[in-house]
């Protein structure tokens, strides 16, 4: 078990002929992820990496049988791509594009809520993430595969590279990862730490959750009173942006404190209070969760 | 993207929002010929800056005849200001605004926001205006009122009625006001804001209702769609950030003396953060963006160099899109086009890795690799000291 993917996952990646989704598609596909083809209008009929494209989701589910999808499309139609995948039933959608007008995500999220009130199963993640990896199964985003493994560790991060940095660690100590879930930095997004904390929470290979927020927004908050509430996992948390200056918006178009609200103080204080680890310095949350996985192993075997 | 206040009322008129009559706006070195002042007056003269509380500041000055409007327009003009918004620091009046003047009998705030949360745009309002919305949502939460709205549809009638109940808009202006917060409503989605703010929206003596003031905040993501919005120029960033923007590597100047090259915002973020564990500060805030070549890093360089105050260079990235032997080449080649003439501290990690740190190791270079971000952060500071 993991969550959002493992290895009957079927993949469409929509932009798959672009310069972006060919070089990434192709990495997927060397990775082992079963990606059944790809969506570019007017390509249709072709083929792309070995795989066959469509003019439409639509056709490349009925063909295919698809039910994740990819997006790389360019930021003005974006938007549009992540509905047709919807449309199109498929129930895993995860966008890597970055740029995407925060209206147009809106107006995303409106008609897919309206999906999800109707019955349908449909999942968004990202925009501007990485995307999603369970290691040895299925990879589906823009990062380096060789950096995971295979274990018990989720991890669901707002970052990209800090995502690469926590899982590398915990790769270096020995340890392995169930499921990577970059949710992404936008101010309106599909999945969030909740939704995804939610996920780890009901998975069985998953005992330990590792959680990168940062500044702007009140997502960690929110996710501290679910681990609070709910939460029987460990989690270990990092939020960046303990040093930047108020009123900028740092890189991620989320990343920004605006008044009160927003600030890495009351991110950690809420975080801490709920029972979750935070460490101060990046550097340590993979020692922070070997540190857990060891004593965890020890109690087990004694109670043994 | 801020916009000034004679910006955002540009884009008001533009939706039919009700503003008062403007006399000009002069930029530093104008004359004040181009102020036209043919009315009975008395004139308004507002600093354009970024930053709210211009009034205690002295930016915002009332003048009875069009000789003191020009006088009080000149002293503005050049003028620092500092106020409870500008963090301590001191921000130089470039362009001043003089509008008619009109006397207040009442002062509402509303504004439009994005909802994180709700992922919709939202109406905050109050019928106390003119004051810090953030201050009146500290000590009276029940005097702030907040309407979703709905992206494709707007402001619906019933929901702008319950909005002038709630706000006790008087008979008289009742269907103004509807009619206003409609096209606030409008504006906000149609100039893909991410706020729109009327602080404070006024009754006058004469019983009109007029936007004073305008602050808006667009959308960086949606100008391709948006070509007005597009040509203006950013007025919060400094001429390193404006140049940096144009390459595509998003800049942001900081106090300190560590210069910062990282590859993702969150990292890059966790990268000062790490510095100023290690006991140092980080002079800027660089993400070079997932896509870099050899190029742009030659670039981000040039750009990091250009803050006399950099003691010494921090590169860190960590390789997903960008694999480390480009960034290694970057590296390589922009040493060899600028002279770093500081210590420079490089940490990679990620795709190509091995292939990075053997172009940086064979390429004869005077810096230093580090394995991990701790140890780089340390090292940086240590060589800036």
């Known amino acids: 078990m993991s969550i959002l993917l493992n290895k009957n996952t079927k993949l469409i990646v929509h932009g798959f002929t672009g310069a972006q989704g060919s070089f990434h598609a192709q990495q997927c596909l060397d990775y082992g992820s079963n990606i059944v083809g790809g969506v ?60 995407i007008p925060v209206m147009d995500m809106v107006r995303v999220k409106k008609r897919l809520r309206a999906m999800t009130e109707a019955g349908r199963d449909v999942t968004l993640v990202g925009p501007n993430c990485p995307g999603v990896i369970t290691p040895g199964e299925c990879k589906a985003g823009i990062m380096p595969g060789y950096i995971h493994n295979k274990g018990h560790v989720g991890v669901v991060s707002r970052s990209g590279t800090l ?120 550097s340590e949350i993979g020692a922070a969760v070997a540190t857990k996985a060891k004593s965890h192993k020890k109690a087990k075997a004694a109670s043994k | 993207m801020k916009l000034l206040e004679y910006e955002g009322k540009e884009i008001f008129g533009r ?10 706006v002069i930029r530093l070195g104008d004359s004040t010929d181009k102020l036209v002042l043919d009315g009975p007056g008395p004139w308004v003269v507002k600093a354009q800056v970024l930053a709210g509380g211009r009034g205690k500041a002295g930016g915002v000055k009332l003048a009875k005849t069009p000789t003191e409007a020009r006088e009080l327009a000149l002293k503005m003009l050049g003028m620092k200001m500092v106020t409870h918004q500008t963090q301590g620091k001191a921000l130089i009046v470039e362009e001043v605004l003089v509008d008619e003047a009109c006397d207040i009998k009442r002062e509402i705030y509303i504004s439009v926001v994005l909802d994180r949360k709700g992922s919709t745009p939202t109406i905050i309002a109050s019928a106390e205006g003119g004051m810090s919305i953030e201050e009146l949502a500290q000590s009276h939460p029940e005097k702030i009122i907040k309407l979703p709205v709905d992206v494709e549809a707007g402001l619906l009638d019933f929901q702008a009625r319950q909005l002038a109940f709630d706000l006790n808009i008087p ?40 936007a004073l003031d305008s602050k808006i905040v667009t959308d960086d993501n949606a100008l391709f769609r948006h070509k007005d919005l597009a040509a203006k120029p950013d007025h919060e960033a400094t001429e390193i950030e404006k140049e940096a923007k144009e390459i595509g590597i998003n800049y942001i100047g ?20 790490t510095v100023k564990m290690a006991g140092g500060d980080a002079a800027n805030f660089l993400d070079v963006g997932g896509g870099a070549n050899v190029d742009q890093i030659t670039r981000a360089f040039q750009i990091i160099l250009k803050d006399s105050k950099v003691k010494a260079v921090l590169v860190n990235i960590f390789g997903g899109i960008m694999k480390c032997d480009n960034i290694a080449s970057g590296v390589v080649e922009a040493s060899k086009k600028v002279k770093i003439n500081i210590p420079l501290i490089v940490r990679l990690e990620g795709t190509n890795v091995k292939e990075g740190r053997e172009i940086l190791a064979k390429s004869g270079l005077k810096l230093e690799q580090a394995s991990s971000l701790w140890e780089a952060a340390q090292k940086a500071v240590a060589a800036a000291k």
């Not at chain 1, 404190?257 to 009351?266: F, K, Q, R």
């Open chain 2, 254 to 273: 900081l106090d300190g003396d560590i210069g910062c090259m990282v590859n993702g915002a969150g990292l890059a973020m966790a990268t000062l953060d």
């Open chain 2, 171 to 210: 008979q008289k202006n009742f269907r103004e006001f509807t009619a206003f917060a409609c096209r606030l409503v409008r504006a906000f989605i149609e100039e893909d804001a991410s706020l729109v703010e009327v602080n404070p929206l006024v009754i006058t003596g004469d019983d009109r209702l007029i």
């Open chain 2, 15 to 24: 939706y039919g929002i009700p503003l008062q009559k403007r006399c000009g």
């Open chain 1, 163 to 282: 995502t690469y940095e926590a899982v590398w660690q915990v790769t270096s100590q020995g340890l392995g990862q169930s499921t990577v879930v970059g949710i992404g930095g936008d101010p309106v997004q599909g999945m969030n730490f909740v939704d995804t904390l939610k996920l780890f929470e009901g998975d069985a290979e998953t005992e330990a959750v590792i959680m990168i927020g940062e500044i702007g927004g009140s997502a960690e908050e929110d996710a501290a009173r679910y681990i609070k509430e709910e939460m029987t996992k460990p989690v270990f948390c990092f939020v960046a942006g303990k040093t930047a200056p108020p009123g900028r918006r740092m890189g991620h178009a989320g990343a920004i404190v605006e008044g009160n609200s927003g600030t890495h103080a009351s991110k950690v204080e809420a975080l801490k209070a709920a029972g979750a680890t935070v460490v101060d310095n990046l």
């Open chain 1, 40 to 99: 570019t209008p007017g390509k249709g009929g072709t083929e792309h990496l070995g795989k066959p494209v469509f003019n439409t989701a639509r056709d490349a589910v009925k063909e295919t049988g698809a039910n994740a999808s990819l997006i790389f499309v360019p930021p003005p139609y974006a938007a549009d791509s992540i509905l047709e995948a919807a449309d199109a039933g498929i129930e895993v959608i995860i966008c890597i594009t970055e740029g």
